[in-house]
Every structure is written in C-alpha cells, then in structure tokens.
C-alpha cells in the first residue's frame, strides 16, 4: 500500500484539481520535487517523471514563448504514465496544452496560490515525513522531563507499571507496548501509538485504562522524538552491569544510534526513580556534565598524587 | 525460527475478547512469538500490539516463533485463530 497518493496532497494542501482527476490515486514515491525548466526547452533525457512537478512563474513565461507545436509537444513529455502529478503555483493559469495532454494521460493537475518556493520546502517536508523510513517496537514511550524514553524488554517484566508510576509523576505517556517508529531526518526518531490504542495502558490485573481520562490532557503526547532507551530485564546474577556508566552503549533504531541502558529489574528497586534519574543524568551529559567521567579523573589524579608520595 | 502463513478464521476477528485469549495462549510458551499483518510486525504476548492491528476475519497474518518451543508454539496459536467458532 502506498503511503502517499496524489490526493493527500490536494487535500493537505487545498490544491484546486484542475484537470486529469482520474489520477489522484497515483502513488508518490520519492519526496524529491522537479522544475521541469529545461525540460521545457526541450531536453528529456534526464526527466524525472516519477517525481511531482513544479511550475511556477519562470517555467509558464518560458513557456509562453514557444511556438503552438512545440507547446504541445513538450506538454505531451511532460505527462508520462509515472507522473504523479503536476503542481502550478502562484494561482497562474494553466496552459491549454497541458489541460489536454494531462486529462488524456490521467495525470492531475493542480493549483496553488501560495508562492513557489514556499510551496516547494513545504511540500519536500510533507512528503519527507510521510515517506520516512518507519518500524514497529515492543516497548512503552514516555516522556520524562522533555527527554524520550522508550522502555523496552521482555513481556511482564513491568514497562506499563514503570510507564504508569512515570506518570503519577508527572510525566506523559506516549504509546503503550507498541510504539510506531518513524525516522524523519538523519538521527531523528519520531515514535507515536498506532491510532487504535492511543492514550491506552494495559496493566496486569486491571485491564486497559484511559491515561488521558484518568490524568488529564497533561499526560499524554500524540508523538515524541526518541533519545534514550531503557532495557529492563529481569536480574541475572551472571550477567555484568555497568557499575560505572563510563561507557555508552548503542543501539540501532532504523539507521539511527540511540544511547541503550539496561536496567536489572529486582524486588525494591524503583523503577520509575531511576528511569527519571537516568533522563536527568543523560539531558546532564548533553550539557557537558558526565559524573562518571570527572570522577574517574579525579581518581587517577588522587592515585598519581599517591604515587608521587611514595617517591 | 520458523514462521507460517495462516488466514484468520475466527468469525469475530480479533476483538478484544479473542485477542486477550490469544495473548494468554502466546505466553504460555518461552519462545518469542510475533504476528505480522501487512508489513507491521508486533509481539504476539502484548495485548495492545496485537489489538493495535485490528486483525480481522479472512485477514492473512504470518505468525513467526523463535525459540526452544517455536514449534508448538506456532501450532497451537495457528490452530487458534483457525478455529471457525
């Protein structure tokens, strides 16, 4: 199924369908836009018909200095069987020639009033959201003091209590046990809840409950960008813990790394404590404030120190 | 890992109800069982990600285990959802 179609855009945009209308469902792959102003004079070698085509103010004046034949010729190129569709903005008229070529290869043509330009970055941006890259996790996604967190591990291990205690304390729930994962931009993930189960927790025992009615519009968010994931797992007593957090794990969402802490789950730890203090610790970290670190310092200067005296 | 097309027969589809026992079902075993509808894949033992796909009946869903009991894991859950009841 395509995730954007030629209607979207009419729609998102209030595009004035001019002609082809039997082509709105045509898919849009590629969030790239085209400016067809050399196609215009003539050169197709390199058209990127599968892409949305833009026509403003240079194009169409270039445009009307073409003699009638070659008008209809180039009009005709431009409408391939690809073409998702064709964009002209500033509300200008649209050529004859391209009313007829379009409606014979069901290619829509639509009208903008805004500007070109404005049109352009705003449409590269609907389209680049739209057509990121996305993924599914098991896992809850709240938000603790402005930070991310997506909680992960294995099932009834506590991620919705730890998720719900999150809240009392003020924080948001994003989305419960699935979260939708979409990379809008290079290092930027966006996680949402699937549209069915927003606002929803599921708690052992009680069943689902409506976070939103229950707590209020304060805690819940329709979406957040992800820059930490917590892994809690049961204690192992053979498995080593990081004791120090001198190192950053990582771990790959979609193409993008993310900071990973595992965190062992044991009768009388808080988890929500510590989940709190780790979204402080790490927003510290990005201030340029590592504990670890300047500790360690401070260690081997005390231990050189000691060395000296020995001298 | 092993993996296995089926088509939901169960008349309701996936509602809540069914969903529920489907979940007890998933985690009755150790294996790590998931079930994928159009492309979203999501743990078949969390019941908000099964219920967050509207699975309904004459839907096709590949369910995929992996683990030391992924065999009957599949086949019981398989025979679950093909149950016309």
């Known amino acids: 199924m395509p995730k954007v179609r030629t209607q979207d855009l009419i729609e998102k ?9 039997e082509g709105v469902h045509r898919p849009i792959t590629t969030s790239d836009l085209s ?22 103010k240079t194009e169409l004046s270039f ?26 903005s500033r509300g200008l008229d649209v050529p004859q020639e391209l009313i007829e070529a379009s409606e014979r290869h069901s290619v ?28 599914a996790v098991h896992g809850v996604l709240v938000d603790v003091y402005g930070v991310g967190v997506l909680i992960t591990g ?23 046990d699935c979260v939708e994962i979409r990379q809008e ?40 960008r992800i820059s930490l994931v917590v892994d809690l797992e049961l204690w192992d007593p053979n498995k080593q813990y990081d004791r120090l957090g001198l190192e950053e794990e990582k771990v790959k969402i979609i193409d993008t790394e993310v900071t990973r802490l595992t965190i062992p789950v044991r009768p009388g730890r808080n988890l929500a404590v510590i989940i709190e203090v780790a979204a402080m610790n790490f927003r510290l970290k990005r201030m340029g404030v590592n504990a670890a670190e300047e500790f360690s310092a401070r260690l081997t200067d005390a231990i050189e120190d000691g060395e000296h005296d020995y001298e | 890992m092993v993996e296995k097309q089926v088509k939901v027969l169960l008349k309701t589809g996936l509602q809540a109800r069914p969903a529920a026992l489907f979940v007890q079902e998933a985690n009755r075993f150790s294996s790590d069982i998931y079930l994928e509808k159009d492309g979203k894949k999501v743990n078949a033992k969390s019941i908000m990600g099964l219920m967050s796909l509207a699975v309904s009946s004459g839907s096709d869903i590949t369910l995929i285990a992996d683990g030391p009991d992924e065999k009957e894991a599949l086949e019981a859950l ?8």
């Open chain 1, 13 to 21: 945009f209030q595009l004035e369908l001019i002609s082809g209308a």
């Open chain 1, 35 to 56: 400016r067809p102003g050399i196609e215009m004079a003539g050169y197709f070698a390199y058209y990127p018909a599968e892409r949305i085509q833009l026509l403003g």
């Open chain 1, 63 to 88: 445009f009307e200095k073409l003699n009638p034949r070659e008008k209809k010729i180039r009009m005709e190129k431009l409408c391939t069987d690809i073409t998702p569709g064709i964009i002209v």
């Open chain 1, 108 to 135: 829509p043509v639509m009208r903008s009033t805004m500007k070109t330009t404005r049109l352009s970055s705003r449409l590269t941006n609907f389209l680049e959201s739209k057509l990121a890259p996305t993924t």
């Open chain 1, 154 to 176: 294995k099932s009834g291990v506590g991620k919705s209590e730890t998720a719900l205690e999150l809240v009392k304390r003020g924080h948001r729930l994003v989305a419960d």
């Open chain 1, 185 to 224: 931009d290079e290092g930027v993930l966006v996680g949402s809840a699937p549209e069915l189960i927003e606002h929803l927790l599921e708690i052992r025992g009680l069943g689902i409950i409506n976070m939103m009615t229950l707590f209020g519009a304060g805690a819940v968010r329709t979406h957040k």
């Open chain 2, 78 to 85: 398989a025979k679950y959802i093909q149950n016309e009841a």
